[in-house]
């Protein structure tokens, strides 16, 4: 009957709050997206100054033939 006692003992909590880990996921999402925000910005200024530099045709991507 110990044994058994053993296994019906409810856990404890004895982490952080609630409120504090609310808080950490918040700060964390926030951080994410604004990395991923960023590397989305990136992409499109890279894709704007190709497309700026066909249009001046600075650059071209046909192959010209020899």
Do not use: P
């Not at 909590?13 to 989305?40: D, N, P, Q, R």
């Not at 001046?56 to 991507?61: A, E, L, T």
């Amino acid at each position: 009957m110990g044994a058994a006692q053993k296994f019906t003992s409810h856990a404890t909590y004895k982490g952080l709050s609630v409120i504090k880990e609310i808080f950490y996921g918040i700060t964390l999402g926030l951080c994410a997206g604004g990395l991923w925000k960023m590397h989305h910005w990136n992409n499109q200024r890279r894709t704007k100054e190709f497309y700026d530099l066909l249009e001046k045709g600075d650059i071209s991507v046909v192959v010209e033939d020899d």
